[in-house]
């Protein structure tokens, strides 16, 4: 069964952000890193993990103006790749961008519902239990 477990927002000033939701709702937050498509840092309430991310460029976000801020795409963990893709599909889904390869570490396979929001699958989950920055 799929589990919803992911939620990615585009901002404007990375560390602002993680400083922010930090702060305001006491979230563990991984080290700022850089991912080919974006500069990152993961917030996590212990169950659900919050990406925010600087994208820099159109490349795997779908963005034309790379100033946009707000909701980009949500993540599910799935028991299959294959199989979830195929269901995706035959819903009316459509495949969009490959983060990474498939085994790698933190790779995502991303779909646009009918409406074009993106989401993402993956069968790892995204990190949750990483310590806090000092």
């Not at 000033?13 to 700022?32: E, H, L, Q, T, V």
């Not at 080919?36 to 993961?42: G, P, Q, W």
């Not at 996590?44 to 801020?69: E, H, M, P, R, W």
């Amino acid at each position: 069964m799929p589990k919803l477990r992911h939620i990615a927002l585009s901002v404007k000033d990375i560390d602002r952000a993680a400083d922010f939701y930090c702060a305001a709702f006491g979230m563990a937050r991984s080290p700022k890193s850089e991912g080919s498509t974006a500069h990152r840092i993961y917030l996590s309430d212990g169950v659900i993990n919050l990406a925010l991310l600087q994208y820099k460029s159109a490349v795997g976000s779908g963005l034309t103006d790379t100033g946009f801020a707000g909701p980009h795409h949500f993540g599910f963990v799935v028991d299959d790749l294959d199989a979830a893709g195929e269901q995706i599909r035959a819903a009316g889904g459509e495949f969009f961008f490959d983060l990474g390869k498939p085994g790698d570490e933190g790779f995502e396979r991303k779909f646009r519902d009918p409406d074009g929001i993106i989401f993402d699958i993956n069968t790892e989950g995204w990190p949750l239990d990483f310590p806090k920055a000092e």
